[in-house]
């Protein structure tokens, strides 16, 4: 049977996606907190290779690769990933680009007006230097603390950053303190997302957690696209 056109694609194709996808993907030592035990991926069955089916064994801390913490992270008696309204991390996003290539501050965040409810996407220099090898980069781009305490102002409901945390790994109290201000104010944060080659501007944003019974974090998959 003759293919059908239907609009700009063939008649049984996907339609094309304008979806871009912002989550690091999942392999083995790929990268993670220098304390964390190493991310161990590797296929332990492989058709291949005359299995007869192919499986993959993987062992991984909940805040591996891309992923969403939950309060319980830093809040004794916090909410865990499995409670998490999946409206927190569904929904209209704004990526914000930050040009200081060391930390996000209160001056350069304050122009952009985050307003109620937003769901904010902080581009920084680390999606173009960090993800070009799985080594911890210390010193990427992370919140100052009043950062976090005016995101939390200003009733953000979910915020996102390109590595791994958003607090600095060369500072304990400031790893702390930007998680706790956040966390105790019941906002999700999206750890590890890739916005490299992304525009500033405003997104539709689908991230979701894996449901993870008593999870203090989830390891998700996030996709955004333009609105
Ligand atoms: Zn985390």
């Not at 392999?27 to 332990?44: C, F, G, T, Y």
């Not at 909410?79 to 060391?102: F, Y």
């Not at 104010?185 to 997302?193: D, K, L, R, T």
């Not at 080659?197 to 996709?223: F, M, N, Q, S, T």
């Amino acid at each position: 049977m003759a293919k059908r056109k239907t609009g700009a694609y063939e008649w049984g194709e996907a339609p094309p996606s304008s979806w871009i996808d912002i989550s690091i993907p999942f392999r083995d030592k790929m990268v993670h907190w220098p304390s964390d035990p190493e991310p161990q991926i590797v296929r332990l069955k492989d058709r291949d290779a005359g299995d007869p089916v192919s499986l993959m064994d993987m062992h991984f801390i909940d805040h591996a690769g891309t992923h969403v913490d939950a309060s319980l992270h830093f809040i004794a008696g916090g909410k865990t990933i499995d409670q998490m309204p999946v409206n927190a991390t569904i929904g209209r996003a704004r990526v914000i680009e930050i040009k200081n290539k060391e930390v996000i501050t209160l001056e350069e965040l304050i122009p952009h007006n985050i307003r109620r409810g937003e769901r904010i996407l902080f581009k920084t220099e680390n999606s173009e230097r960090c993800y070009k090898t799985d080594e911890f980069i210390e010193d990427y781009v992370y919140f100052a603390t009043e950062v976090a305490q005016h995101l939390v102002d200003r009733g953000v409901r979910a915020v996102g950053l390109d590595y791994i945390s958003i607090g600095t790994y060369k500072d304990q109290k400031n790893l702390h303190d930007t998680h706790e201000i956040l966390l105790n104010a019941g906002v999700y944060i999206i750890e590890g997302i890739n916005l490299a080659g992304v525009k500033p501007g405003r997104y539709e944003l689908i991230c979701l957690p894996l449901l993870l019974e008593r999870g203090d974090a989830g390891p998700a998959r996030a996709i955004i696209r333009p609105i």
